[in-house]
C-alpha cells in the first residue's frame, strides 16, 4: 500500500510540475509572440506613414528591442544579478516606450505587452506602479502632444488594466501549483517515512517470529535429550 501511495504520489508530483512548466511557458510564447506583433506592427505604420520623426521612432523602437532581448536574458542569470539588472532594464523600457509612444501614437499599443513583462519581471507591487506609471504617461504623453481621442485614452488603460488582472492571476497560479508542489514533496516524504517504518516493522516481527521458532525447536531438543538420558540412567540402574 506504501509503495502503491508513492507511485500514485509521484505521478501526482509529475502532473502539477507539467502544468506549472506549461502555465510558465504559455505566459512566455504568448508574451513574447505579442510584443513582436506590435512591434513589427509599429514599424510597419512608421515606414508607412513616414512621419516627421521617423529616423528616433526606428531608433527608439531599436533600443526598446535591445532592452527587451537583454531583460529576457536575465532568466539564465543567477538571482542576486537578475535581481539587481530586471528592476533597470525595466526603468528603461518604461522611459523609452514612453519617448516611442510620444513620438508615434501607435506604439502606445505596446503597453499591453509590456506589462505583461513588468508582471513577469518584478515583484506585484513594482510591476503594478510600472505599469500604472507607463500608461499614465504614455496616456498624458500622446494626449498632449498628438491630441486627445477616445481610442488614445481607452487604450492604453485597458491594456494595462487586462495585463494587470491576467499577469497577477497567472502569477497566484505559479505559487498555487508551487505550494501543491511543495506539499506533495511533503506528502511523498511522510509516506517514505512510513514505509519505512513498516518495513523496519516487519523486520522486527520476522525476527521475533524466527527468535519463538529457534526458541521452540532448541526446547524440544532439549526435552528430547533429557528423556533420552533418564532413559538411559533407567536402563543403567536395571
Request: hydrophobic fraction near 55%.
Amino acid at each position: 500500500d506504501a509503495q502503491e501511495s508513492r507511485g500514485l504520489g509521484d505521478v501526482y508530483k509529475r502532473q502539477h510540475r507539467g502544468r506549472a512548466v506549461a502555465i510558465e511557458v504559455g505566459m512566455q510564447v504568448g508574451i513574447q509572440v505579442l510584443f513582436a506583433g506590435l512591434v513589427i506592427f509599429t514599424l510597419v505604420m512608421a515606414l508607412v506613414l513616414s512621419p516627421p520623426r521617423l529616423g528616433r521612432i526606428l531608433g527608439w523602437a531599436a533600443l526598446l528591442i535591445v532592452v527587451y532581448t537583454a531583460l529576457m536574458g536575465t532568466h539564465v542569470m543567477s538571482r542576486s544579478r537578475h535581481e539587481m539588472w530586471r528592476p533597470l532594464l525595466v526603468t528603461v523600457m518604461v522611459v523609452v516606450s514612453i519617448l516611442l509612444a510620444i513620438d508615434f501614437p501607435y506604439a502606445a499599443y505596446l503597453t499591453i505587452p509590456l506589462s505583461f513583462v513588468y508582471l513577469d519581471h518584478l515583484p506585484p507591487l513594482q510591476a503594478c506602479v510600472a505599469v500604472v506609471v507607463g500608461a499614465v504617461a504614455i496616456l498624458l504623453g500622446v494626449g498632449l502632444t498628438g491630441g486627445w481621442s477616445v481610442g488614445g485614452i481607452v487604450g492604453p488603460v485597458a491594456g494595462a488594466a487586462v495585463a494587470v488582472v491576467v499577469g497577477l492571476s497567472l502569477k497566484a497560479m505559479q505559487a498555487q501549483a508551487a505550494e501543491l508542489e511543495r506539499l506533495n514533496v511533503d506528502l511523498l516524504a511522510v509516506q517514505k517515512r512510513l514505509a519505512d517504518s513498516q518495513r523496519q516493522a516487519g523486520v522486527l516481527e520476522e525476527r521475533a517470529r524466527l527468535a519463538r521458532e529457534i526458541h521452540d525447536t532448541v526446547a524440544q531438543s532439549l526435552s528430547c535429550l533429557l528423556y533420552t538420558s533418564d532413559a538411559a540412567d533407567d536402563l543403567l540402574c536395571v
